[in-house]
């Protein structure tokens, strides 16, 4: 009885691996290391991308969440009084803006811009014989309300923005219970002070212009949350309150302020970059209009800097795996020389050879792919769950490191994977294809 012909490459290759893969000898020790090498390369190609979309989704998602969009503020960085008055033309430039954009294209009609006044002041605060500084932001219910996921140990929820009226105005140097604050505190802050939700402490406002004439403001403030964002200038410096509180504190009427925040839903940075344009024409020149970019410029700057490092990462883990590989598959075929001659001598062709070897190649980077795919699922398991893997806070900005998988991600590392497999065993293939039975098998004897 004759055996019958493979009719098809998929069943060359099946029929020649259950000869030639038979044995646990060399080759299979070989063809073992060449898999756990591209597991370990694509697993760590797979965390490498990972981490870079963690930093740039996590610090980007949180500084929008924290800073406005827009910011209008004055150049010098003083209150302005008149904050009514700014607003006004602010939104007649919001409304000539939007319109226009509206009736060029009604899916807009989501554009919806939100205009706050906010208020910011350098401060020293107190607790407990611990001193240290602070940025005290005044802000409106509009905008703490997103910041709302990232609060702990509130206490205090929304009772304090319910106050529309002003505390009464007080005499510097003086405090008393009815100048009672309610702040929330980073938590970096709140940990350097050792002070607990609920609890007091000071706040002190110096005035530089009248050091040595008038007494400090002095406030009484109490904790009633502690804000958690994972980013260190924001935990470590920042102190939340009340605009209306903070107004009252800082002895200022209902309209001062220090900047105008825009905050626009489902605007793209090239709208908002439109908006500013047309918002700076529109003010005197002592106003500035910065993005939540441009005032966060070191961070996206750093954001930046890590994924221009990527190509490089990339291409350094890529060769590695080349190597590997070629190495592998060329061990493979030395090992297997004497069998390759016997199917030339019986008249298999070398293109046959070549496919069957270049899908040795494919195979193992496919075994290799589903361990990397195991493994990376299982280190993002365990990091989203535990935040075993912890960063320095002063220089990565967070406290654990984040990771953000993307199909895009995946799409790269299997077709970089599986691209590379197949141009390095297309060398050892050749080779493999063109060896002479004739001399491998006198050789062989």
Not at 72 to 87: H, K, P, Q, V
């Amino acid at each position: 009885m004759t055996q019958r012909k493979p009719s098809n490459v998929w069943a060359l290759y099946t029929f020649l691996s259950s000869r030639l893969n038979q044995g646990r000898g060399f080759g299979s020790f070989v063809k073992g290391t060449a898999v756990l090498g591209i597991l370990v390369g694509a697993t760590a190609l797979w965390i490498t991308l990972s981490v870079v979309r963690g930093f740039s989704t996590v610090i980007s998602e949180k500084t929008v969440e924290f800073a406005p969009e827009l910011t209008i503020s004055l150049a010098s960085g003083e209150m302005f009084t008149r904050s009514d008055t700014l607003r006004e033309r602010v939104k007649g430039v919001l409304e000539a803006q939007w319109t226009g954009t509206r009736s060029q294209d009604p899916r807009r009609a989501d554009l919806s811009p939100n205009l706050s006044l906010m208020l910011d002041e350098q401060v020293m605060i107190q607790h407990n014989g611990q001193v240290t500084g602070g940025l005290l932001r005044g802000v409106q219910w509009g905008q703490f309300e997103p910041l709302i996921p990232f609060i702990e140990n509130d206490v205090c929820g929304e009772a304090p923005w319910e106050q529309t009226e002003q505390m009464p105005q007080q005499r510097s140097g003086t405090t008393s219970q009815q100048r009672t604050i309610p702040v929330w505190l980073g938590q970096g802050l709140a940990q350097e002070l050792g002070i607990t939700t609920g609890q007091s402490g000071r706040l002190l406002r110096l005035d530089m212009e009248s050091i040595g004439q008038d007494l400090p403001t002095i406030g009484v403030f109490r904790l009633c949350g502690e804000l958690s964002t994972g980013i260190a200038p924001l935990d470590d410096g920042l102190i939340l309150a009340p605009l209306a509180a903070t107004q009252s504190f800082l002895e200022v009427s209902a309209l001062t302020g220090t900047g105008l925040a825009l905050n626009m839903d489902h605007a793209s940075p090239e709208e908002l970059s439109m908006l500013q344009d047309a918002i700076l024409d529109a003010l005197p020149y002592t106003f500035v209009v910065e993005s939540v970019y441009q005032r966060w410029r070191s961070l996206f700057a750093w954001i930046e800097l890590q994924e221009q490092t990527i190509p490089l990462v990339i291409t350094f883990l890529v060769l590695i795996a080349a190597f590997n590989l070629v190495g592998a598959v060329m061990m493979m075929v030395l090992e297997r020389t004497q069998a390759i001659a016997v199917l030339r001598v019986l008249g298999m062709p070398q293109s046959q050879l070549r496919v069957y070897f270049l899908l040795e190649g494919l195979r193992v980077a496919l075994l290799g792919l589903s361990g990397a795919a195991v493994l990376t699922a299982l280190i993002h398991g365990i990091q989203w769950t535990t935040g075993v893997i912890t960063l320095p806070v002063e220089s990565y900005y967070m406290e654990t490191m984040p990771l953000y998988p993307t199909v895009l991600d995946s799409v790269i590392v299997i077709g970089a994977t599986v691209g590379l497999s197949m141009l390095a065993s297309w060398v050892p293939a050749t080779i493999a294809s063109k060896v002479d039975p004739t001399v491998t098998l006198r050789f062989q004897q």
